[in-house]
């Protein structure tokens, strides 16, 4: 059981965006050279990818806790940081991805095929990329965005073609172990096969798999025994072999019964509709009476043997031990595989395919909340909640561009028909991390004393001072810097500045 778990929950957290940098160019000669700074690099993904040569979810139950590499910053000379390199986690073939309440994210079926459950944060845009004809020169950039947390829940259902259900110790795994290379553990007492176990199985040109499901109990469905954990690995099977011992001298058993109670325990689980195809009672059933090297066991089997025909059951005489009965059961078997498999909908073989991440996301919605603290105005949106995430809000103009962009996607003029007014709280942010604000109808920073956000007036000369004006601009500071020492060395004398105390 160490060695197979096919039900974890993984915690996954993807890389964070690289933030972007605020830097100016600078070079000899060139005093003005304007911003260059670079962006940050997006965050790394976690994809979940199938792997043929991974058979359990072993690993992910040691370390259910993974992380993606975040995205570098940007640096100066428009040197963007490097991307997050993608956490790529191999699968069996088989799993399915669902999230705690049991909603389906993926079925991981076939080579190669992947699901990214945990997307990385964008990275942020430097002062470089933020430049325009109207914002030349800004002093600020964009954070970042924080990777995407998620906690989705991996179970793998074997692909199998057959599978061999019944009570412990019917002789599931003797069965699979001769007509197959597989070697499962074959022990005289109930629940020795703790695992399903696989097994080839060839008869003529046809090649099929076969799986030992570890014994049902009454209940099995409603968990008890092992039940619940492996019944999920029948959902997948084509044809389910009912696996009779007619040799158990339990009292209250016999084939007829024991073929009753499974059977109610199949029609009682309940398989993910888009998993297992048609419900488990629908399935292709094939009955094996098992042990008949024992004298009372064959005549027991012969004498069930008419009374399951008369049910519809495909009936197999066989013993495991002495192989009597397995050659017929092997061709039998593999004929159902086939017609299964010719009815099946041939699905087209695995793609990759490229989705880019959206760029204009949906618009917003603003949301009249009453709290304890009184009233206030949330503002709900993809975009409002993104570019609030990407402020760096100890910086005066960062705010201001934030401001820009809210008043151009028309958040000032649906607060007001919202009914807020000056001085209203507004909640602009993910519910459990917004950000705050005292609205007023016109937000502006201090940097807008200096002129129009992002702009510099030194850009705007064209003409460079010649070396006359810049020796006269000198003197005149050295000349007003001499005058204001004059100044306050004739008042030190005066006693202006002794303290009368």
């Known amino acids: 059981m160490a060695n197979f778990v096919d039900r974890v929950v993984l915690h996954l957290r993807a890389g964070n965006g690289g933030h972007g940098v605020a830097s100016v160019h600078r070079e000899k000669f060139k005093p003005l050279g304007g911003p260059d700074g670079g962006n940050g690099g997006d965050g790394g993904d976690i994809v979940l990818r199938v792997d043929a040569q991974v058979t359990t979810l072993i690993d992910y139950h040691h370390s259910p806790h993974r992380s993606a590499p975040n995205g570098r ?73 924080p990777g995407q947390e998620s906690e989705v829940v991996l179970e793998l259902k074997t692909l199998a073609d057959v599978a061999l259900i019944g009570f412990p110790s019917a002789g599931k795994s003797s069965l699979v172990s001769v007509l197959s290379a597989a070697r499962p553990k074959i022990a005289d007492y109930p629940f020795t096969t703790l695992v399903p176990n696989l097994g080839v199985v060839t008869a003529g040109g046809e090649r099929f798999t076969v799986a030992d499901v570890p014994g049902l109990i009454p209940g099995a469905s409603e968990g008890r025994g092992l039940g619940l954990q492996f019944l999920r690995h029948v959902e997948r099977c084509h044809v389910l072999v009912h696996v ?73 005489i066989v013993s495991a031990v002495a192989h009597q009965g397995l050659k017929e059961l092997t061709f039998a078997l593999a004929a159902h595989v086939r017609r299964a498999r010719d009815e099946q909908v041939v699905t087209e073989p695995t793609r990759v395919v490229l989705r880019p991440r959206a760029i204009d996301d949906s618009g917003f919605e603003i949301v009249r909340e009453n709290t304890p603290d009184g009233e206030v105005f949330r503002v709900v949106g993809e975009r409002p909640t993104r570019w609030v995430r990407q402020t760096d809000f100890a910086n005066d103009e960062a705010v201001g561009y934030l401001a820009d962009r809210l008043n151009r996607l028309g958040v000032e003029e649906a607060l007001l028909k919202a009914g807020a007014v000056a001085g209203s709280t507004v909640l602009v942010g993910a519910v459990d991390d917004a950000v705050v604000f005292d609205w007023e109808p016109t937000m502006a920073s201090g940097a807008e004393l200096l002129g129009a956000r992002g702009t510099d007036l030194r850009l705007d000369e064209r003409r460079r001072p010649s070396r006359a004006e810049k020796r006269d601009t000198f003197h005149g500071k050295m000349d007003a810097a001499a005058r204001v020492r004059a100044e306050m060395e004739a008042e030190r004398r005066s006693g202006k500045w002794t303290d009368p105390e």
């Open 73 to 145: 910053p940007g640096e100066g000379d428009e040197r963007n940081g490097a991307q997050g390199t993608d956490l790529v986690l191999p699968v069996p073939s088989g799993t399915v991805v669902t999230t705690r309440s049991g909603e389906v994210l993926a079925d991981l079926v076939g080579e190669g095929a992947e699901y990214v459950a945990a997307r990385g944060g964008r990275g942020g845009l430097g002062n470089k990329a933020l430049a325009s004809p109207r914002r030349k020169a800004p002093g600020f950039a964009l954070l970042g965005e």
């Open 244 to 316: 009779i011992d007619c040799a158990t001298l339990e009292p209250g058993r016999d084939p007829l019964t024991d073929l009753e109670v499974i059977e109610a325990e199949l029609a009682a689980y309940v398989p993910h509709g888009q998993l297992g195809g048609i419900p488990l009672a629908e399935r292709v059933r094939v009955v094996v009476l098992n042990k008949a090297d024992v004298p009372e066991a064959r005549e027991l089997a012969e004498m069930v043997r008419p009374d399951l025909e008369e049910q519809g059951y495909q009936v197999h």
